[in-house]
C-alpha cells in the first residue's frame, strides 16, 4: 500500500487562473480531509469528504471547492489563485469507527502562484 | 474558537538530555490532542494521542486540562529525534470526532550529537 498519494508534486500557477489538485487515499479509507500549509506555519484545515460529501469546513472562501469520488479519491480546486495561496497542499485520509480518527497524510502538493 | 500554541520554534538539546517541547491549548469542549512529527524528506506521520497513554519512541504527553496543556517529553533525547513536531487537536462535535485537526505552529528540534 503506498499510502496517501497526492499529484501533482509541484505546480506553477498565475495569479488569477484555476487550480486541481487530486488525492487518493490509503487503502480502506474512506474520509479525505484537506490542509493548507504556508512557509513556517502548521497545517490549516480547509474541509472534509466523506461518503462524497463535505462533512466540514474550515475557514477558507468560497474559491476554495473540493470533490469526492466514488472510490474515495478527491480533488481541491481553487479559482482566481491569489499570491496568498502558494502553499504546500497536504490530503490526509482517514476511516471512520472507534472514538479517534487518526489520520494518515499524503506528501503534499507544493503550489506556487505567480 | 480552539487554538494551539507551541511557544517554540526551534529547540536544540544534546544527545542523550532530557527534552520537553511545549504546547498549550485553548477549547471549549473536550478537547483530544495529537502529537504529530516529520522526520527530514518524510510526511506527516502521527507520534502519539493524549487518549492511548502511550509511549512511542520513548516520547510521552499528558494531558493536563488544568492548565490546557499537552507538553511532549523524553527523558533521554536521541539524534534520530531531530525533526520537526506538532502538537494538533481535534475538535469533537456531537461526541462524534470528524477528525478536524488543528495545528500549532510547531518546534524544529535539533538533537546534537
Known amino acids: 500500500d503506498a499510502g496517501v498519494t497526492q499529484s501533482p508534486t509541484h505546480l506553477i500557477k498565475t495569479r488569477g487562473q484555476q487550480v486541481t489538485l487530486r488525492c487518493s487515499p490509503k487503502s480502506g479509507h474512506d474520509t479525505v480531509s484537506w490542509y493548507q500549509q504556508a512557509l513556517g506555519q502548521g497545517p490549516q484545515f480547509i474541509f472534509q469528504?466523506?461518503?462524497?460529501?463535505?462533512?466540514q469546513r474550515g475557514n477558507f472562501p468560497d474559491r476554495f471547492s473540493g470533490h469526492q469520488f466514488p472510490n474515495y479519491s478527491s480533488e481541491l480546486n481553487v479559482n482566481a489563485l491569489l499570491l496568498g495561496d502558494s502553499a504546500l497542499y497536504l490530503c490526509?485520509?482517514?476511516?471512520?469507527?472507534?472514538?479517534?480518527?487518526?489520520?494518515?497524510f499524503g506528501p503534499g502538493t507544493r503550489l506556487t502562484v505567480t | 474558537a480552539q487554538r494551539v500554541t507551541q511557544p517554540e520554534k526551534l529547540l536544540s538539546v544534546f544527545k542523550g538530555a532530557p527534552v520537553e517541547l511545549k504546547c498549550n491549548y485553548s477549547?471549549?469542549?473536550?478537547?483530544?490532542l495529537f502529537w504529530y512529527v516529520q522526520y527530514s524528506r518524510q510526511r506527516l506521520q502521527l507520534l502519539l494521542r493524549h487518549i492511548s497513554r502511550e509511549s512511542i519512541k520513548g516520547f510521552t504527553a499528558d494531558l493536563n486540562k488544568g492548565e490546557t496543556s499537552f507538553h511532549l517529553k523524553k527523558p533521554f533525547a536521541q539524534e534520530e529525534d531531530s525533526a520537526m513536531y506538532y502538537c494538533a487537536l481535534s475538535d469533537n462535535a456531537g461526541g462524534t470526532s470528524y477528525g478536524k485537526l488543528t495545528f500549532g505552529q510547531g518546534t524544529i528540534l535539533t538533537v546534537h550529537p
Open positions: 469528504y466523506y461518503e462524497e460529501e463535505e462533512r
Open positions: 490526509a485520509s482517514s476511516f471512520p469507527g472507534g472514538y479517534t480518527y487518526e489520520q494518515y
Open positions: 477549547y471549549s469542549g473536550s478537547p483530544e
